[in-house]
């Protein structure tokens, strides 16, 4: 599959995740022991198992959500690696919650061309949308 | 342990990446957090693209993200300890990536801090020599 197939793929995939169902998005991941993922709060944890296990919790706080925009902010493409930076537009309820919350993410999307499919190898998303000391903690 | 890819990259790149990550690369962010960003300078690519989602505030382009370096460097001032904890990483190519935490205490504005960050960088192999093109930082609170 080419990387604009699977890049349009994974965005069809989080707007399920923003529903709670973090499979369509999990077959996008690659399934190796070195991919990694950086989701808000928390450290990054590597491999496929943990992974795995991250997006079933990180999905199962979203419900009746969904991804409204999606803005590329750039890309860095090889014939084998490529990153794609983007701000996600999202609202979903969160947490068990029943009003819609709104909600930006920055992510850093890397894409690994393994076999013949290209597969995301890591991910990192936070919610940091305006300047801040570097130092300062995430708060919710 | 760090897994071992069978098919990417030749083990000598991988093997000589790494220690640039673990030289070069830590001694210029190590100096960066002392108030010194020019070794960072000279590690990051000068060419189009290049970008930082910083901990901090976003670059974007060339301009951008030196003017960043600046503002972080006047910030930084008497680092205690900077540590990178590699978490997953790889080099396809002229591309590489790292993915893990920095830890850092140093002074920011004059205040001494300890704070963790999550880093993602990407790398481009531009004439023979690695060089950062993008960077993601943000800080985590520690494990409960």
């Known amino acids: 599959m080419q990387l604009d197939e699977v890049i349009s793929r994974f965005h069809q995939a989080i707007n399920e995740f923003a529903k709670g169902n973090p499979e369509p998005a999990k077959d996008i991941f690659s399934h190796r022991a070195d ?4 989701n808000p709060w928390g450290p990054p944890v590597v491999g496929w198992e943990r992974v795995s296990a991250a997006l079933d919790s990180a999905a199962a706080r979203f419900k009746d959500g969904r991804v409204t925009a999606l803005d590329a902010l750039t890309k860095h493409v090889t014939t084998d690696l490529a990153c794609f ?16 919350s709104l909600f930006d993410l920055r992510v850093t999307s890397i894409y690994r061309l393994e076999g013949d499919a290209w597969a995301l190898v890591h991910r990192h998303a936070d919610p940091i949308t305006t300047p801040q000391a570097p ?6 | 342990m760090l897994p071992v890819q ?22 210029a962010e190590l100096a960066l957090h002392n108030g ?15 970008s930082i ?9 060339l301009q951008e993200v030196e003017e960043a370096f600046t503002w972080l460097e006047q910030m930084f001032s008497d680092c205690t300890s900077y540590s990178f904890e590699l978490q997953a990483y790889d080099v396809v190519g002229d591309m590489a990536y790292t993915a893990g935490m920095e830890h850092i205490s140093t ?10 960050l999550r880093a993602t960088q990407v790398y481009r192999r531009e004439d023979g020599q690695w060089k950062a093109a993008h960077r ?8 409960a």
């Open chain 2, 36 to 50: 010194n960003a020019a070794p960072r300078r000279v590690l990051w690519s000068h060419q189009e693209p290049v």
């Open chain 2, 136 to 143: 993601h930082a943000d800080t985590v609170s520690p494990a």
């Open chain 1, 35 to 38: 991919v990694s993922l950086a």
């Open chain 2, 107 to 116: 002074s920011v504005n004059g205040e001494p801090r300890t704070f963790t």
């Open chain 1, 85 to 100: 930076l983007d701000i996600e537009h999202w609202q979903a309820k969160v947490g068990g919650g029943d009003k819609i």
């Open chain 2, 53 to 61: 989602l910083g901990a901090g505030r976003n670059a974007y382009g």
């Open chain 1, 135 to 140: 130092d300062a903690v995430l708060r919710k």
């Open chain 2, 6 to 27: 069978e098919h990417t990259g030749g083990m000598i790149d991988r093997d000589d990446f790494l220690a640039w990550v673990k030289s070069e690369l830590y001694e």
